[in-house]
């Protein structure tokens, strides 16, 4: 167990407001106080009327964030498992852990008194359930300690955090941080280099998401278009898909895995034609069989929005007998997606054929949608090429976890 860091160590000693908030870079130490500061707090109000809550993106980011951790140091005796009705004991405390991206995860506390709140990933939220919070927070002793990783300086709990609430905040950069292995420090400066990220997950800062979303690929392409690809260094292949309709095309990608955690996009096929269902599952028998040719193609992941369509698919490769398996997208969040590619062109470890037209254009073109000013949205108005992006996308997601070691790390 480390002890506390100077910037911390302030903080334990500052958070008598009812608002007790850190922001800023991603492992820069801003968590690691809180699994002290929350037995504290519920031990604090042990036998006073309201509810103990944990709010969190998702019911699971909370159990990574926070449960498990709390569970290293103080042992599942202490710390118990999240129950059918989402509570769990913290040091004989009943605690509701609920998700706060969805007004509707968060409803039975409609009308509850809330004496603590703790709250993880606050940027990630829905802003209703944050203004439902405001009012449930209604005791003379009820307190509120949360984290973030900073967005744009338009997002609505910036514009809180401005306000004249009874707030104590503190800002982080990941050089607070004096536990981390500078070698680590360092690989990390520069996966973000060059993007939006680095201001907001190193440098701690409030900016806006402007202009060309991978511009270190914009800028030096040379680091990251090859030729002369080696299948000896693809271990396996994967497949996404995207679905046409309206203004978008049916896209497939195929995105190799190297033995040395790298992402490689082999091939791709894009039509900007609509499509008979026959035409596109002939297609798509065609490039699978293509890819086959040169790499062991294992999984195909499709647009889940297009079940129809993804069971012809299946039909057309088993009738075809491709050998493949073929399921829905994980649909992880697209900004979650940017930044995974992000940090692997950061890294060194992202690269892509040549002969992959499409795919780079789409790369080079991809915008910040600058009409909105609260929120990072990737522009999709049809003027840029969103499909490739998301075949590319899919292909690999799955893998994050296992490419970028620490994801899911706030």
Known sequence: MQPGSSKQLEFWRECNRRWNVKTGAT???KTYMDYFLIPRRLLAGAGKEGLNVILGNTRETIRRNVILPMVSIYGSGRIGNIRTDNSCTMFGQQVFILGADNEAHVNRLRGASIKYCYGDEITTWNQGVFDMLKSRLDKPYSVFDGTCNPEGPQHWFKTFLDSDADIY???????????????????????????????????????AAEGAIYKPFCDHPERFVISGLSDQTIN??????????????HAFCCTGLTNRGSVVI????????????????????????????????????CDSAEQTLING?????????????????????????????????GAGRFFINADCAETIDALKSALWDSRHNTEDVRL????TNIDSL??????????????????GQK
């Open 313 to 345: 698919l299946r039909s057309a490769a088993a009738r075809e007998r491709l050998g493949v398996n073929i399921g829905n997208a994980m649909k992880r969040a697209i900004n979650d997606r940017i930044r995974a590619t992000c940090l692997l062109m």
């Open 27 to 29: 492992r820069s130490g």
């Open 380 to 383: 999709d108005d049809g003027t």
């Open 169 to 207: 905040q503190q800002a982080y950069c990941i050089d607070d941080n004096p536990y981390l292995d500078p070698a680590f420090v360092e690989n990390l400066k520069r996966e973000y280099s060059g993007t939006v990220l680095y201001d907001r997950y190193i440098r701690g800062l409030w900016v």
């Open 390 to 407: 998301d075949a590319m996308e899919y292909s690999f997601e799955r893998e994050i976890p296992t490419l970028i070691d620490g994801w």
């Open 236 to 249: 396996k292949a994967i497949i996404g898909v995207d679905f046409g309709g309206g203004t978008s095309a």
């Open 266 to 301: 082999l091939d791709e096929y894009r039509e900007k034609k609509a499509l008979e269902p026959t035409k596109l599952e002939t297609d798509f028998v065609d490039f699978v069989r293509r890819c086959q040719m040169r790499w062991l193609v294992t999984d195909v992941w």
